[in-house]
């Protein structure tokens, strides 16, 4: 039996580890919105596709155990954000390029007919090579080394490696995307088309390349996180991963403010925090709803929206229209 | 159309019954056309809510689950104050009301925001619901499969007509409707269900068609084109949205109530969740966005695509009858990597239509954006029952 400052440190490493999982679906989504003004309601697919393609890394290539396969990771991570990136771009620029002087509700329902195309390949790719698509892939998950799934001990509690692991990779994503936003050159040329595209434009930024760079960032970072996932029992590579991440991330989005990118990583850690803390009430028979946790998620989304239309961080004008 | 659509079932039977598989192959069966029919209303339901005030309610399978959900529940006694064996029309005009109620109080709420953040308040307020209903171990012992209609309170199908004289009602279902003699026609059990439903949808239909071309509608059409020059000239732009938004709900509850008594089941997948919304949306933009009929024959275009490239349970579609006439050679050819012909005709045509419903929807959004009547009204230069008897009369002489 752990104590109480033990339960307390396990329900925040939880509460931190699922908020890196959030800030990780949700910051590719807010960084396309921030510039391009598009809501991608393909961005759960491209998460299930990255949590396949590294999974298929995973079970073909990686052999050893231990950091072998904790490297072995890294590499699929990157095969799986730089594919889906590339599928990224190539949407941007064959499809949403041509809808962006009509009414923004165009660019949803564009995006969402994409989301059927690409879970239906996925679906009879997956099938044809005879894993359930509706499962978690087993294998997929079978490829993580023994040492993330024991515990250690921290403060008088036991915290899972996983948690630890995907504490450590969310961070550092979330650390490099501020790096590149607010460090480099071409981050400025990006949160300036955030701005305002036409100055930017003015100005004599190549903006139609930017939106393409940023569509495709935001897809990898999809990507990614699918990598992320493909290793977490609790989510595992499946087709329904993709509506199963997509409305999280559209909570996180919205209540950070649509586009800032500070609100998003706010709200991944309220809405990972309130996750964690209610999934503890669950587990000890406080509350014995099995669906508080995602029913509190979705109230959080409905009662920010009623207090502070426009997000956490976003500016007051947004949420009037 | 409404005689085309009533004498759809005698002509499917004729044609199938010339044989050859041919009919089956091209025609969306009774029983699908049925499902159109209230899936339809649902959808146009949607659209007068979105089309006509350019709010896009994106939890408006809180409304339609809501209406399924209460005739269920009410059938198995569930509902304090209504018995077990209410009439189906009253359970399926309370749902309604009932949905209409939902809608004021998160109308109430959203209707302050509009944009995306209406969509996604909506949205949150039908998952809140979504994840209740699929959880809460009242409504059956596994409600994360739904609930279905005992058999035992209800051995007989429910049924639409006059409650209380039995002469006027006849029951639906697939297992459970009635059947009908009549003069020379003898109509099964889907038949008599097709009607019904398409009765209760088409009087819905006119109902909103009245709606949107009154006054209030008007207002409606205001509010999408410039909601602050409507509120400029002096009208309560709120009032009017929550009464459109309470109407459509109305309507979208009876579809739902429709969905649960021809299925006799509802479960939480099929009625509350997101997607659900997102096959109404669906059906709007491909059978034309604020044409209110355009969402039905959206949704028909849409279940003929389904039934055409994949195989939905006893027949029908494209699959049978390739199977039937394609030569040997042809089926053994080699096609890429060691698959013959045959082999990726049966993965690609076996269940997967969702993948070409994408592809036609991304084509609609893209190149044909007033839907299909939208495109079809434009070409005619008005409403098809305005222009058409117009262009016959120039032959008339």
């Known amino acids: ?321 | 159309m409404v005689a085309a659509f009533g004498v759809y079932p005698l002509l499917y039977s004729v044609l199938a019954a010339l044989g050859g598989g041919v009919a089956e192959a091209f025609l969306p069966r009774p029983e699908t056309m049925t499902a159109v029919f209230y899936f339809g209303l649902f959808a146009m339901s949607f659209d007068f809510i979105s089309g006509y005030t350019g709010y896009l309610s994106f939890g408006h399978a809180a409304f339609y689950g809501t209406g399924g959900y209460f005739v269920v529940l009410v059938a198995n006694g569930k509902v304090p104050l209504l018995p077990a064996d209410t009439p189906f029309m009253v359970s399926m005009l309370l749902a309604g009301v009932l949905a209409a109620l939902l809608a004021v109080v998160i109308g109430s709420v959203s209707f302050r925001l509009s944009g995306v953040y209406f969509a996604m308040i909506t949205l949150g307020f039908a998952q809140v619901m979504y994840v209740f209903m699929r959880d809460w171990d009242f409504l059956s012992s596994n409600p994360r499969d739904g609930v279905a209609v005992s058999n035992s309170l209800h051995p007989e199908g429910f049924e639409i007509g006059v409650p209380g004289v039995d002469t006027l009602n006849l029951a639906i279902g697939a297992l459970r409707g009635d059947e009908v003699d009549w003069l020379f026609l003898d109509l099964g059990a889907t038949e008599v269900s097709y009607y019904m439903v398409g009765l209760v949808v088409l009087v819905c239909y006119f109902a909103m068609q009245r709606m949107v071309h009154s006054p209030f509608g008007r207002v409606l059409v205001a509010i999408r084109e410039n909601e602050e020059r409507a509120r400029a000239v002096g009208y309560n732009t709120f009032r009017y949205k929550l009464g459109a938004f309470a109407a459509s709900a109305f309507f979208a509850g009876i579809a739902g109530a429709l969905f649960a008594g021809v299925r006799r089941s509802v479960s939480p997948d099929n009625s509350l969740y997101f997607l659900v919304s997102g096959d109404a949306l669906l059906a709007s933009i491909i059978g034309g966005f604020g044409t209110l009929a355009g969402p039905l024959y959206g949704w028909l275009f849409d279940r003929s695509v389904v039934e055409f490239l994949s195989k939905t349970g006893a027949g029908g579609g494209l699959l049978p009858l390739l199977r039937e006439y394609l030569p040997a050679s042809v089926v053994e050819a080699p096609l890429v990597g060691g698959m013959t012909l045959g082999e990726g005709i049966e993965v690609f045509l076996n269940g997967h239509a969702p993948l070409y419903l994408g592809v036609v929807f991304v084509a609609f959004v893209l190149f044909v954006p007033g839907g299909l009547l939208g495109w079809v009204r434009n070409r005619l230069g008005g409403t098809v029952a305005k222009q058409l008897p117009a262009y016959l009369g120039k032959f008339r002489r």
Do not use: C
């Open chain 1, 1 to 321: 039996m752990t104590g109480a400052l033990g339960t307390v440190v396990e329900v925040f490493v939880s509460g931190m580890a699922k908020a890196s999982l959030y800030a990780m679906m949700a910051l590719g989504l807010t960084l396309i919105f921030g510039l391009l003004g598009v809501l991608n309601f393909a961005h759960g697919s491209l998460t299930m596709v990255g949590a396949y393609v590294a999974g298929l890394v995973m079970v073909t290539f990686a052999t050893g155990s231990g950091l072998a396969a904790v490297g072995w990771f890294l590499v699929a991570a990157l095969v799986a954000a730089v594919l889906v990136g590339g599928v990224g771009a190539v949407m941007e620029v064959g499809l949403i390029r041509k809808l962006y002087d009509r009414p923004p509700i165009y660019q949803i329902l564009l995006t969402f007919g994409v989301t059927l195309v690409i879970d239906e390949l996925a679906r009879i790719v997956v099938l044809f090579y005879g894993l359930q698509p509706r499962a978690d892939w087993r294998g997929a998950l079978g490829t993580k080394p023994g040492f993330v799934d024991s515990n250690t001990a921290l403060l008088g509690a036991s915290v899972p490696n996983l948690e630890l692991f995907e504490l450590a990779f969310g961070v550092l994503t979330v650390v490099a995307v501020w790096a590149f936003l607010t460090q480099t050159r071409y981050g400025l040329v990006v949160r300036a088309g955030s701005e305002d595209d036409e100055m930017a434009a003015a100005l004599g930024v190549d903006v139609r390349r930017v939106f393409t760079v940023v569509f495709a960032l935001g897809a990898g970072l999809a990507g990614l996180a699918g990598a992320l996932l493909m290793w977490d029992p609790a989510w595992g590579a499946s087709v329904p991963l993709a509506s199963e991440t997509l409305l999280p991330a559209f909570v996180v989005v919205i209540v950070g403010g649509l586009g800032t990118f500070r609100g998003t990583v706010i709200a991944a850690g309220l809405v990972g925090m309130v996750d964690a803390v209610t999934t503890y009430f669950f587990n000890e028979g406080i509350i014995t709803f099995s669906g508080i946790s995602e029913l509190t998620i979705f109230l959080i989304l409905v009662g920010v929206l009623v207090v502070r239309p426009q997000g956490i961080a976003g500016l007051a004008e947004v949420g009037g229209h």
